[in-house]
């Protein structure tokens, strides 16, 4: 099973500024199948990226995806006050396995 | 509008079994691979199962293996999740979900889940 670690845990940013988000896979995961989802409160995910860079439909461009092998990053290029919620990467290279999470808070 | 709709959830003994139901609407549902991904309470997410959109292909997770079985129908647009020899680490929502690519790929739409907590 491919395992993925997100990192960091916790970012702590204002608006405006810029987010990097990090997910390492254990093993290389094929064809950059991997995906990034937005979690509110209450809420179900929302899908933001698939395929490592593409981004879903209705998704701000602000938001990218980016990277192969086992690092992938998600970038949001200005937080909006809307984006402070938990991101999760998944892979679906070799069967489906979903990050840990980054909590991206208000600092 | 595309929905997608869970029921089923409760509280349930541990061995005991349930069975969940996702309602899907606004789009052609036979033409979409589904997934069920849950989540325990205060923790990540987790994929149970996928089925391909004429059933043809069925997925679990080593943890649900043998104890979950995955069906749909496609007449009714329906989603199913028949859960057997529930453990207490079974507690958590269950989302129903569309996926957009690959049989156990990435998912567009979500429903707003159903909580089975199982317990004595």
């Known amino acids: 099973e491919i395992v993925l670690t997100q990192y960091p845990g916790t970012l702590s940013l204002s608006p405006g500024e810029r987010a990097a988000l990090s997910c390492r896979a254990s093993?290389?995961?094929?064809?950059?199948?991997v995906a990034w989802y937005q979690q509110k409160p209450g809420q179900a995910p929302r899908l933001l990226i698939y395929g490592a860079s593409s981004r879903a439909t209705g998704i701000p461009d602000r938001f990218s995806g980016s990277g192969s092998g086992t690092d992938f990053t998600l970038t949001i290029s200005r937080l909006e006050p809307e984006d402070f919620a938990l991101y999760y990467c998944q892979q679906y290279g070799s069967s489906l396995t979903f990050g840990g999470g980054t909590k991206v808070e208000i600092k | 509008e595309v929905q997608l709709v869970e029921s089923g959830g409760g509280l349930v003994k541990p061995g005991g079994s349930l069975r969940l139901s996702c309602a899907a609407s606004?789009?052609?549902?036979?033409?979409?691979?589904m997934n069920w991904v849950r989540q325990a309470p205060g923790k990540g997410l987790e994929w149970v199962s996928s089925v391909s959109s004429g059933s043809g292909y069925i997925y679990y997770a080593d943890s649900v293996k043998g104890r979950f079985t995955i069906s749909r129908d496609n007449a009714k647009n329906s989603l199913y999740l028949q859960m057997n020899s529930l453990r207490a680490e079974d507690t958590a929502v269950y989302y129903c979900?569309?996926?957009?690519?690959?049989?156990?790929?990435?998912?567009?739409?979500w429903g707003q889940g159903t909580l089975v907590t199982v317990s004595s």
């Open positions: 606004g789009f052609t549902f036979s033409s979409y691979n």
């Open positions: 979900a569309r996926v957009i690519v690959a049989t156990r790929g990435p998912s567009d739409y």
């Open positions: 093993q290389s995961v094929s064809s950059s199948y």
